[in-house]
């Protein structure tokens, strides 16, 4: 069977090389530098559930999953990275996120760097938590 050793960033495709590259186009972004991120107008406006039992509507959360007991830590930060991830209009997050639970949730949500990036340079009091969690 024909290698590739020589040429890496070619494909062997039924024992001939492709003259596709491996290697993606020089105008490439990753799928998280293009996702339009939703940010809030005014972490005053986050006016989200604090407790209970919440169900996410189906926009945002299409797991199966979608029930969150905001008295479980884990669910709770499971519900925050899906609505500030999924959140289509400024009104998905000040009707789901509280700007109180997202202030003490933010140094330990596992956001992609894009989001996280995004939402500390329009709140600067977020990337304060940060520093202040270290």
Do not use: I
Request: net charge neutral; glycine share 8%.
């Amino acid at each position: 069977m024909p290698s590739c050793s020589a040429q890496p960033d070619r494909m062997l495709v039924m024992g001939r090389r492709s003259e596709t590259s491996l290697r993606p186009p020089t105008d490439y972004r990753s799928y998280g530098d293009r996702k339009p991120y939703v940010v809030a107008e005014s972490l005053a406006a986050l006016g989200g559930p604090t407790g209970g039992v919440v169900s996410l509507p189906r926009h945002l959360d299409w797991s199966g999953h979608a029930e969150y007991d905001l008295s479980r830590p884990g669910r709770l930060a499971s519900m925050y990275k899906v609505v500030l991830a999924e959140a289509g209009t400024v009104g998905d997050l000040n009707r789901w996120l509280n700007a109180d639970l997202l202030l003490q949730l933010w140094p330990s949500l596992w956001l992609p760097p894009q989001l996280r990036r995004r939402w500390e340079e329009t709140f600067p009091e977020l990337a304060a938590t940060q520093v202040d969690a270290a």
